[in-house]
């Protein structure tokens, strides 16, 4: 009976065995195809990613440059409003010259022509109100020291009295609309007094 049983065993075990090779190669088929696989799906989704970071990096570049023409059309906006009266203002002041001129008269002090120059001084202070509503300043610089930036000198006259540099007259009033400068004041500067000592021998 055990000799019988033997060769059923053998066979059994023979017949097993062809069967346990082939699942260990088709699960070294199945293990290659899966890392494939996975090296595919690395590669997509680091693809994936890349094209989102390129996407967002154009969206905050986007945003940026929306951001910059917004506020360089603000500033543009302000600007305009600020400067829009520029040329008006510049046609106003030869008028507001003139009213001043009228007021330097020598015979200002004459009773026949006290309320004309009553008349022209209330016009002009109600004038100088006016425009400085809308932010035009005057510049007057006597006594002060002289500015490239706001003055315009005419003249350069010798003087002990004061500094050298310093503004002795003003033959012109200038102005400034909303800080920029519209009209330079027309100036004379002082400059250091001759020695007086003769050079000459």
């Not at 945003?63 to 360089?72: G, I, L, S, T």
């Not at 002060?144 to 002990?160: G, K, R, Y």
């Not at 400059?191 to 050079?199: E, I, L, M, Y």
């Given at each position: 009976m055990t000799t019988d049983n033997q060769p059923d065993l053998e066979s059994k075990n023979q017949e097993v065995e062809p069967d346990a090779e082939v699942t260990s190669e088709q699960e070294g088929i199945s293990i290659?195809?899966?890392?494939t696989q996975m090296v595919e799906l690395q590669q997509a989704l680091d693809n994936a990613e890349a094209k989102v970071f390129e996407q967002k990096d154009s969206v905050i570049r986007a945003k940026a440059e929306a951001d910059n023409a917004r506020?360089?059309?603000?500033?543009?906006?302000?600007?305009?409003?600020k400067f829009a009266l520029e040329k008006f203002a510049s046609e106003l002041l030869p008028i507001i010259d003139n009213l001043e001129r009228a007021l330097d008269v020598p015979n200002a002090e004459d009773e026949a022509i006290k309320p004309f120059i009553s008349g022209v001084e209330m016009?002009?202070?109600l004038f100088i109100?006016?425009?400085e509503k809308f932010d035009l300043a005057v510049v007057d610089p006597q006594g002060e020291t002289f500015n490239p930036d706001l003055h315009q000198a005419m003249a350069m006259q010798p003087s002990e009295e004061v500094a050298p540099n310093t503004v002795i007259s003003v033959m012109q009033r200038g102005y400034t609309l909303n800080g920029r400068l519209i009209r330079p004041a027309l100036v004379m500067?002082?400059?250091?007094?001759?020695?007086?000592?003769n050079t000459q021998a």
């Amino acid at each position: 009976m055990t000799t019988d049983n033997q060769p059923d065993l053998e066979s059994k075990n023979q017949e097993v065995e062809p069967d346990a090779e082939v699942t260990s190669e088709q699960e070294g088929i199945s293990i290659e195809s899966l890392q494939t696989q996975m090296v595919e799906l690395q590669q997509a989704l680091d693809n994936a990613e890349a094209k989102v970071f390129e996407q967002k990096d154009s969206v905050i570049r986007a945003k940026a440059e929306a951001d910059n023409a917004r506020k360089r059309s603000m500033q543009e906006v302000e600007k305009a409003r600020k400067f829009a009266l520029e040329k008006f203002a510049s046609e106003l002041l030869p008028i507001i010259d003139n009213l001043e001129r009228a007021l330097d008269v020598p015979n200002a002090e004459d009773e026949a022509i006290k309320p004309f120059i009553s008349g022209v001084e209330m016009t002009l202070k109600l004038f100088i109100s006016t425009i400085e509503k809308f932010d035009l300043a005057v510049v007057d610089p006597q006594g002060e020291t002289f500015n490239p930036d706001l003055h315009q000198a005419m003249a350069m006259q010798p003087s002990e009295e004061v500094a050298p540099n310093t503004v002795i007259s003003v033959m012109q009033r200038g102005y400034t609309l909303n800080g920029r400068l519209i009209r330079p004041a027309l100036v004379m500067v002082s400059k250091q007094a001759d020695s007086g000592v003769n050079t000459q021998a």
